[in-house]
Nanobody, 120 residues
Framework: QVQVVESGGGLVQPGESRRLSCAAVSAYAFSIRDVTWYRQVAGKQRELVAEIAWGGSTSITDSVKGRFTISRDNGNNAVYLQMNSLKPEDTAVYYC?????????????WGQGTQVTVSS
């Protein structure tokens, strides 16, 4: 019922910045509860990176604290992950999970993932 679209991935050099976007769209009326960014390296478990409640509170995992920030655009039902001072170990597929209230229930919707590769 809700589609989640991520964008912004690509190849970046160490030390550079990148902003990922996550947008939720639906033909139905919905409200976002919270949004979480995860990342996953092939063969490893998915790691929580950052989350934001629609009321505004945020949480950033320790490994990226001070370099990554998460923000939201209420009007566009979008969330951004600003990644600064990127390191090779930040290379991963980044996924966005949106928790929504829609059609009388609360559900989690995932995007397709966007690859971020940090390499010189």
């Amino acid at each position: 019922q809700v589609q989640v679209v991520e964008s912004g991935g690509g190849l970046v050099q160490p030390g550079e910045s990148r902003r990922l976007s996550c947008a939720a769209v639906s033909a139905y009326a919905f409200s976002i509860r919270d949004v979480t960014w995860y990342r996953q390296v092939a063969g490893k478990q998915r790691e929580l990176v950052a989350e934001i409640a629609w009321g505004g509170s945020t949480s950033i995992t320790d490994s990226v604290k001070g370099r990554f920030t998460i923000s939201r655009d209420n009007g566009n039902n979008a969330v951004y992950l600003q990644m600064n001072s990127l390191k090779p170990e930040d290379t991963a597929v980044y996924y966005c999970k949106v928790r929504c209230s829609v059609l009388g229930g609360t559900y989690d919707y995932w995007g397709q993932g966007t690859q971020v590769t940090v390499s010189s």
